[in-house]
């Protein structure tokens, strides 16, 4: 099913924990100079125009992005600012291009996008980059690649979540992905609602022992996500400080 489209949701408050999160991972990785892979199972169109039909509609990014306030000389301010320096201010960056403000030389990038449309705009966006781009099933693919080189990295596991095995799916790939490159990182973002449906998709990454953060939206939509959540294995050395100091960009939206 591919009916989820990011731009409804992109730069609102589930997009600041994650994003926020993201650029800290990925500052800490990038402090030494041996290169990384960066790859991510569920890639989006990379960049989101914060004027258009689809963030009017839902309101999301003026909840988010709108009110949040992110730190220009953090990780997430940084790739902010080199983002809107380089497209435009009413452009809100999707998890390629925050990664793509980060990544050096002697890194590589691999990302899966299997949406027809959001793949084309993901290559055309992404033209430049360097980035290996796929249109193909995000959790097949990966695996098939895995163990990428550089061995040091970081998986971003981002699926949208139309389905309820999605959480089970989730848990199973990380098992498997870890087992393969054990050298990875994997953040897997999830959202948190009502129904608690994320406790499946945690208790199956229970072995690999993740690093949890989660949030709460301090106005949580009236039917649906009360808050985000990140579950992070394999986490560089100093993650858990630098994701408590990422999480002052959502000082104004998170409870
Ligand atoms: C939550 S969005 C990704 C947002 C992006 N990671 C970001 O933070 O900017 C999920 C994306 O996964 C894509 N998708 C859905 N099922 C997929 C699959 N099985 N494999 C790869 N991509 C898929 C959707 O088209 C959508 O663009």
């Known amino acids: 099913m591919l009916s989820y489209q990011h731009a409804y949701h992109a730069g609102g408050p589930a997009d600041v924990h994650k994003h926020a999160a993201l650029a800290a991972m990925l500052a800490l990785l990038t402090r030494k100079g041996r290169g990384i892979s960066y790859a991510e199972t569920h890639a989006g169109r990379g ?3 914060l004027d258009g039909p689809e963030a009017a509609r839902t309101g999301e990014a003026a909840a988010g992005i709108g009110q949040a306030e992110a730190d220009p000389a953090s990780p997430y301010g940084e790739a902010l600012a080199m983002v809107r320096a380089e497209f435009g201010p009413r452009f809100y960056p999707g998890s390629p291009v925050i990664a793509w403000a980060f990544l050096r030389p002697q890194d590589r990038m691999t990302l899966m996008e299997l949406h027809p ?3 084309a ?4 966006t992404m033209a430049g980059s360097g980035a290996s781009i796929h249109h193909r099933e995000g959790f097949e693919r990966l695996l098939a690649l895995a163990p990428l080189s550089p061995r040091r990295g970081l ?4 699926p949208s979540y139309e389905v309820k095995t999605e959480y089970a799916d989730a848990a199973r790939f990380a098992l498997r992905l870890a087992a393969k490159w054990p050298q990875a990182a994997i953040m897997i973002w999830y959202p948190v609602l009502p129904a608690g449906r994320h406790a499946e998709l945690l208790a199956g990454i229970a072995p690999l022992r993740p690093l949890v ?5 301090r106005h949580p ?7 985000s959540g990140l579950a992070i294995a394999n986490g560089p050395y100093g ?3 630098a994701l408590d100091a990422a999480m002052t960009a959502g000082t104004g939206i998170f409870a």
């Not at 705009?121 to 055309?124: F, K």
């Not at 998986?155 to 981002?158: E, F, H, N, Q």
């Open 117 to 119: 449309a959001e793949h």
């Open 213 to 217: 953060n989660e949030v709460t939206f």
């Open 121 to 124: 705009a993901l290559h055309e």
């Open 221 to 227: 939509p009236s039917r649906g996500m009360t808050g």
């Open 47 to 49: 960049l989101y125009d």
């Open 239 to 241: 993650a858990r400080e």
């Open 155 to 158: 998986v971003l596991v981002d």
